[in-house]
């Protein structure tokens, strides 16, 4: 069953869904689209995960307000107010945001893989 989610990081509100329960995957959408682009991933993967999606400020149904901000900051915003502070998870990005992905990973030593 899809949960939607509002999860608050500075001004923003970041528009999260997630799918399923177990350890998480949070998907990174790419810089020409929303979180809708995993919509199809997220159902597979919520199956016997907990299938996490969240469109990025600038995207999708995220509201935000003129600040400086941190993406890696919203990402782990999101993983902690939704997979309940699990320790690990894991990341599926595209291209383009692999670089948010090793930042994470980097931020967070032995959280992400």
């Known amino acids: 069953?899809?949960?939607?989610?509002?999860v608050q990081s500075g001004s923003a509100s970041i528009a999260a869904e997630s799918i399923g329960d177990g350890p998480p995957i949070v998907f990174l959408h790419a810089?020409?689209?929303?979180?809708?682009?995993?919509r199809a991933q997220m159902?597979?993967?919520?199956?016997?995960?907990?299938?996490?999606?969240?469109?990025?400020?600038?995207?999708?149904?995220?509201?935000t307000g003129h600040e400086r901000f941190s993406a890696v900051s919203d990402l782990m915003t999101v993983i902690d107010a939704i997979s309940d502070g699990s320790p690990e998870s894991s990341l599926a990005a595209h291209e383009a945001d692999g670089s948010q992905s090793t930042l994470s990973c980097r931020i967070r030593n032995g959280f992400a893989r």
């Open 31 to 38: 810089n020409v689209a929303d979180s809708r682009m995993w």
């Open 43 to 63: 159902e597979s993967i919520g199956t016997d995960h907990l299938a996490i999606a969240y469109d990025r400020r600038g995207f999708g149904k995220t509201v």
């Open 1 to 6: 069953m899809k949960t939607s989610h509002l």
